[in-house]
């Protein structure tokens, strides 16, 4: 069998401390596991049988079965029928009739048993699990093997435990970082435009199932180019910076800011309409021009607001904002203008008229 291509449908979300951080690659990871369970478990499982250890060769066949359900499943695209967690029920009973029926191979099973653990559990009932299996298995071992190889036993599988721990914690670091560099813009931590393409995506996908309303901010900085020009591309990333901290300060939780391209940004504003996103937008202008983003300069912004409409696709959501954003650049900056408010139709020129009118408006 070919590995199957299983990606998730969406970039997987930055993981949080305790976060499932094998969540969106466990189906690969068993189909893999799978794989080798087939090639290097079968075996044991025929020379049980061979020297008439039937209980612990059905047990031990019972756990490739099991795998092979799942694998199968994974590699013509549908849903595992066994749930992961399940999978430890038979694999924990072969581990404990290897120990009854001779000790030293159940001690040595134990240890693709604690990685196991983590490859079909979150991370703390991996842990929990772990150490159940290494406490289950101690005494058993104790009492075939006697205290010397018991305590060893005890010392290199709960050293095993240790490192798995400390590998999935820099794992978790290092996908937090990754996940952080893949999502943002670097210079400001607003979320990039990819990122932006999801959330709009999403957000339409809801307001066609549920009727849910969501509204964008199309924020520009105005005569953002003077700032570069007269005071360096330093101080323009320094006012950049400044803007998205204000705004993260003064919005809920759930909205999400991006930035498009040099000084303009957009904000999702979920589970919200146009009034109530243009009572969020005016303040936020007030705020940022109040904000004293730029000592001795005002720091002004113009901004266009579009709700989510029926059937309207994401570009042109995003159009229907840019067209809003320069009716506020043409007629005086520093102002909120609202698309579905405008006379005739809101919806922006094509993209190369629209590039030259933003020039002219910057």
Known sequence: MNTPDIQPD?????????????????????????????????????????????????????????????????????????????????????????????????????FPGVLLCYFVLPRRLAITASLFLLAVSAPMVLLSLGQDIALRFVVTLALTIVIIYIITDVIRELQTELMGQAITDPLTGAYNRRQMEFALDEAIERHMRTGAPASVLLIDIDHFKRVNDELGHHTGDHVLKALVLLIKNRSRKLDRLFRMGGEEFLLLLPDTPAAAAMIQAENLRNRIADGNLLKNRPVTVSIGVAECKKDVSQEDWVKIADNALYSAKETGRNKVVRADELDGDATAPADSEGDDRRARTR
């Open 10 to 110: 969406a970039a997987p979300p930055s993981p949080r401390r305790n976060q499932d951080i094998l969540e969106f690659y466990r189906e690969r990871i068993m189909y893999l596991l799978t794989l080798a369970i087939v090639v290097f478990v079968t075996p044991f499982a025929m020379i049980d049988f061979f020297e008439g250890h039937y209980f612990l060769g059905v047990a031990t066949f019972a756990v490739v079965v099991c795998f092979c359900i799942d694998g199968y499943a994974i590699h013509v695209k549908r849903r595992p029928p066994i749930p992961f967690q399940f999978l430890l029920l038979p694999t924990v009973a072969a581990i404990g009739t290897s120990l009854r029926t001779d000790a030293i191979h159940g001690a040595l099973w134990c």
